[in-house]
């Protein structure tokens, strides 16, 4: 059974700084591994997708890398501004169309 | 494009009742499914459909049915809420993974079962 972990659970960080979010599967037969964003009290908005042959993806300020291997992937956000402010989810695509959710990491930037 | 609608965005059920949650899509997607997230728990897989007239269950089905008549409407019914089905429901929906395509993901129904 695919198990995805994310560490750590909570991260507070000043304004500016660069930082990694880090997510861990245990089959590294996926698809592939999605990151989103969840505001409280908020749905799920898709970050960054990267397909199972894929290294990495990059949006903006944000970099997302997959070693389906080692069964790791990160997310890199450059130069974070508060309204990076969020729970950070990751969540691996696998077999008859199912993510399997890590827990997330709640990110706090501070002003 | 409205993406993925899901309704209610709150609801509050006695012990006992019914409901049904309504989730529907205007993108085409074949894929459609349902999570529930609860504290300490994640998102969890409660049922799944691979298109029309084909469903199946996730990780925690019990107490819930679905059924896919249309490719755009993927609706869940509680048959009878129980105070341990309180939790927020998202529905997704996927043109297909195998294909490399991501989740797209409703806003939401935030239910109480008191």
């Known amino acids: 059974k695919q198990e995805v972990t994310q560490i750590p659970a909570a991260l507070s960080v000043p304004e500016g700084e660069n930082l990694v979010l880090n997510c861990s599967f245990t089959d590294s037969a996926i698809y592939n591994l999605q990151w989103f964003r969840q505001d409280p009290g908020k749905g799920l908005t898709s970050l960054l997708l990267i397909q199972s042959s894929q290294r990495e993806q990059t949006s903006g300020r944000l970099n997302a890398s997959l070693d389906k291997s080692s069964g790791r992937s990160t997310l890199y956000i450059a130069a974070s501004q508060p309204g990076d402010s969020a729970t950070y989810l990751c969540a691996v695509g696998e077999g008859a169309q199912k993510l399997v959710f890590g827990q997330g990491t709640r990110l706090t930037i501070n002003p | 494009n409205a993406g993925v609608t899901q309704t209610p965005k709150f609801q509050v059920l006695k012990t006992g009742q019914s409901m049904t949650l309504q989730c529907a899509q205007d993108m085409n997607h074949e894929y459609m499914s349902w999570y529930r997230q609860d504290p300490g728990m994640g998102l969890r897989l409660i049922h799944y459909?691979?298109?029309?007239?084909?469903?199946d269950q996730g990780e925690v089905p019990n107490g819930y049915n679905v059924s896919r008549s249309t490719t755009e409407d993927f609706p869940l019914r509680l048959l009878s809420a129980a105070p341990s089905q309180t939790s927020v429901y998202f529905c997704?929906?996927?043109?297909?993974?195998?294909?490399?395509?991501?989740?797209?993901f409703g806003s939401g129904t935030r239910l109480t079962v008191v």
């Open positions: 459909s691979v298109g029309a007239g084909i469903t």
């Open positions: 997704a929906s996927s043109y297909s993974m195998v294909l490399g395509d991501g989740y797209t």
